[in-house]
């Protein structure tokens, strides 16, 4: 078998919850891969290690327990089942980034289309140009064999900053100093009724 896995087996009270939402949380976060009865696995690498260290340790400051084992497939099938369902994971993080690029894509053209070329919303939508990149960041940092998913985000992004791009552009091209152009926009006093 090609790759050596670490085995994260943390035991926790059963009240309160919130212990087993963090663990729950974190591990997910860090891109392991949940397995039955609550055991997490991880390809094993020295990032890998400190983050089950970390665990361990919290796991141990709520009152539980944990056993950490390094271990291999014991045939090819299992291991096979075990990447796919990793690369499923990370296919499915990478499809929600692809659609949020969509979005972003579509805010810009809408904002284009309706020449609302404030610094507001250019503000607005370089934050949410960071977001994406930085959730895209975090998934790649998670994803140990990236393929075709990784490669079309990253193609979404690289859309994403050539319309943000061009939108900054409209933006100082169309600069208002007396911002009355912009004001068109204003949805007005919100009805208390």
């Not at 696995?41 to 950490?68: A, D, F, H, N, W």
């Not at 369902?85 to 296919?91: I, K, L, N, P």
């Not at 810009?108 to 994406?132: I, P, W, Y």
């Not at 975090?138 to 061009?166: H, I, M, S, Y």
Request: hydrophobic share 30%; aromatic share 10%.
């Amino acid at each position: 078998m090609e790759y050596k896995w670490i085995l994260f087996c943390p035991q926790l009270p059963a009240t309160p919850s919130s212990p087993r939402v963090t663990v729950w949380r974190r591990m997910h976060s860090e891109g392991s891969l949940g397995l039955d009865n609550g055991l997490w696995l991880l390809p094993y690498s020295e990032p890998s290690l400190k983050i089950i260290s970390e665990m361990t340790e919290y796991v141990r400051g709520q009152g539980g327990s944990s056993k950490t084992f390094l271990s291999n497939a014991i045939d090819n099938a299992t291991e096979a089942d075990i990447l796919e369902r990793f690369r499923q994971e990370r296919a499915e993080e990478y499809t929600e980034i692809k659609e949020q690029c969509a979005d972003f894509i579509r805010e810009l053209e809408k904002e284009t289309a309706r020449q609302n070329f404030s610094f507001a919303e250019l503000e607005e939508n370089e934050q949410d140009l960071t977001k994406l990149e930085n959730w895209y960041l975090k998934v790649q940092n998670r994803d140990f064999e990236p393929g075709a998913p990784a490669q079309e985000t990253a193609q979404w992004l690289q859309k994403c900053r050539e319309k943000f791009q061009a939108f900054t552009d409209a933006v100082y091209q169309q600069e208002d100093p007396d911002h009355g152009h912009k004001m068109r926009f204003d949805p007005g006093k919100l009805d208390q009724s």
